[in-house]
């Protein structure tokens, strides 16, 4: 399938949001359109992957419905938004296996599966996939259909938005869909772009060496600007909101928003040097010494050791690996207010500005003051 082309201006003077990867969480979807201050004035730029593997991934397919109807508001289809539409019109490449995955793995996170469950079909196996598509198609038709219909790109005369990537601005219409919308690591591909290419997918941290960062990266030089917080996706991961001034302007700023409890640091922490950064690109370890809380493991990748929580480790046949995670001990300030991703009896694992580390100094909380106890 080619490449759908939405082609646009955007009026003077109106302000622009870019969201990507939303993946069904609309609580966070809310509260950051509110953070941003969102009206109908602005216009919303959703980058795909607006639903699956979130609980609420019916619910946000249709209040992003609502939203188009009543504002400008351009959303675009992801890897992801494309699987219902496949198992619904058929005619794509996923295949009953892929399925047999997409129910057994996500299960209620699952756009089909919220869509049966409110229709009341039952779904135990493969065996009930055709009935459950006659189902839906008749059941819910228009919210399919609005996602039948999202474009791949959005171009205007300043920025192209797609959701994974593009190789080049050169005919467009000619490229592979699904390439458009499941390019991985595509920062690291070497293009360079005559206007700003804003890109979702691939959650931004995932980029970083030096330390674990959800916040939006944007390459000047090559005109490229990856937005994908990593909600739903990573325990430490936000949802992102690029915040472009008017159409042509190049002043860009963001907005972030997570539900992590937030303390206001007491003590001072040096940051720590030379930190072990584990993506699930390359996350294999060998367990050294498994705890109750906390394991010591050699990163596969690196050969290099670092304590990980032991509820993060994972196993696939007889290889063990485990969820996004590092040992960086965060630089903090007294006074400085940090998101509590993580509660342990060695410190605390907690962004500051986006930035994800270990702090183990004493942490004040809305409502008391806590002495943590640092690791030896």
Known sequence: ?????????????????????????????????????????????????????????????????????????????????????????????????????????????????????????????????????????????????????LPTILETGHFVFVHGGVPSYEAMEELDAWRCMKNDDFMSQGYSFPKYCVVGHWPVTLYRTDYPCCNPIIDRKRKIISIDGGCVLKSDGQLNALVIPEGDSRDFSWVSYDDCPVGVALDRQAESADPVIVHWTDHDVEVLERGAEFSLCRHTATGRTLPVLTKYLRR???????????????????????????????????????????????LKGPEREEKVQKSD
């Open 1 to 149: 399938m080619k490449a759908v082309v939405k082609r646009v201006e955007f009026p003077a003077g109106r302000r622009i949001l870019a969201v990507s990867d939303i993946h069904g969480n609309l609580p966070w979807f809310r509260a950051l359109l509110d953070k941003a201050g969102y009206t109908g004035d602005d216009i919303l730029v959703l980058v795909g992957d607006l639903v699956e593997k979130g609980a609420d991934s019916l619910a946000t397919l249709r209040y992003i419905m609502e939203l188009s109807a009543a504002h400008t508001v351009y959303a675009l289809c992801g890897n992801c938004d494309n699987l219902a539409v496949d198992f619904a019109y058929g005619g794509g490449e996923l295949g009953r296996d892929f399925y047999r995955f997409y129910l057994s793995v996500w299960k209620e996170r699952a756009l089909i599966l919220q869509m049966a469950a409110e229709a009341g079909i039952r779904v135990e196996g493969p065996g009930d996939l055709p009935r459950l598509r006659e189902r839906l198609l008749e059941s819910f038709r228009p919210e399919l259909a609005f996602l039948r219909g």
């Open 316 to 362: 696939r046949g007889e290889q063990e690996w485990c969820e996004d995670t590092s040992d960086y001990r965060l630089a903090v300030e007294p006074g400085d207010r940090l998101s509590i991703v993580e509660e342990t009896s060695r410190g605390r694992l907690v962004k500051k500005d986006g930035v994800t580390g270990w702090y183990f100094g004493r």
